[in-house]
């Protein structure tokens, strides 16, 4: 089942709604960086099991 344009407005006018539109810039931001920060994180277990170290 896919989500067409009307669903995503919807759900976005929701989310203004709620949190109002000074907040939602804040909001991406932070969004953006626990992003960046799972990714990060991520990577770094990926690398630790291409490359393990010797004890």
């Known amino acids: 089942m896919r989500i067409g ?4 407005l919807v759900i976005l006018a ?11 810039p804040e909001l991406a ?3 953006g960086r626990s992003l960046k920060e ?3 994180g ?3 277990l990926i690398d630790d099991d291409k ?4 004890k």
Do not use: M
């Open 5 to 8: 344009w009307t669903e995503i």
């Open 14 to 24: 929701l989310i203004l709604l709620l949190f109002g539109a000074k907040r939602l």
């Open 29 to 31: 931001r932070s969004l």
């Open 38 to 40: 799972f990714k990060k």
């Open 42 to 44: 991520t990577q770094d």
């Open 51 to 54: 490359n393990p170290k010797s």
